[in-house]
């Protein structure tokens, strides 16, 4: 009985990664580079995205925004001005708690592929299963917010693990936490020692404009691939 169980869930990430693979191609095609965020609900990837947006200067940035319900995400996207996506997986993906590579292929006939140089996916709010499923992206990141406790990382590893980089958000509140935030780092490092770490308020604007690198970067790598 186990063992079918553990069978089915491994024949659907196989299913999963030949999906991503075709998405990865289109992606290429368009040369369009992607990053999957990744966080707890509330740890502030919008807002995030909203700050790196405002300054990236010379770089096309779209969004698709993953979501169980509703767009309230994306309608803050779209103050921006730049193209935005919105991906429910209410209704069409029975409430899924995570965007997968089929889910992210079936918005992608609605993302302006050929005007961005950057896709960013906000996934949808959960340490868990988001960071089983790949969807075709050249970079992952994380971000924690120092709300969550420094034990997060031992948590909740994997996803910890498969992100190179994490966006340690909402250092403004430090004054009022009994937060440890080197017992965090530490935390960081145990499961993750190549993750690069970047401590950010996007209400302050601390390590904001080195999240914005980050971004650019991540848009580099593929203009020189
Ligand atoms: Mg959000
Ligand atoms: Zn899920």
Known sequence: MHRTKIRVAEDALDANQTIARANREDFDRAGVAVVNL?????AGKTTLLERAIEGLDG??????????????DA????????PVTQ?????????????DANMVRSAL???PLAEIDLLAIENVGNLVCPAEFRVGEDARAMVCAVTEGEDKPLKYPLMFRTC???VVNKTDLLPHLEFDLDRLLANIETVNPTAEV??????SGEGVE???EWLAGVAGRRAAA
């Open 38 to 42: 990744m966080s707890a609900p509330g």
């Open 198 to 203: 970047l401590t950010t308020s996007a209400r």
């Open 75 to 82: 309608d803050r996207i779209a103050h921006l001005h730049v």
């Open 59 to 72: 770089l096309r940035v779209g969004v698709l925004e993953g979501d169980v319900q509703g767009s309230i």
């Open 109 to 111: 006939p609605e993302v």
């Open 164 to 166: 190179e980089l994490i």
């Open 210 to 212: 080195a999240w914005r």
């Open 87 to 99: 991906l429910n997986t209410d209704p069409g993906f029975g409430g899924e708690c995570h965007l």
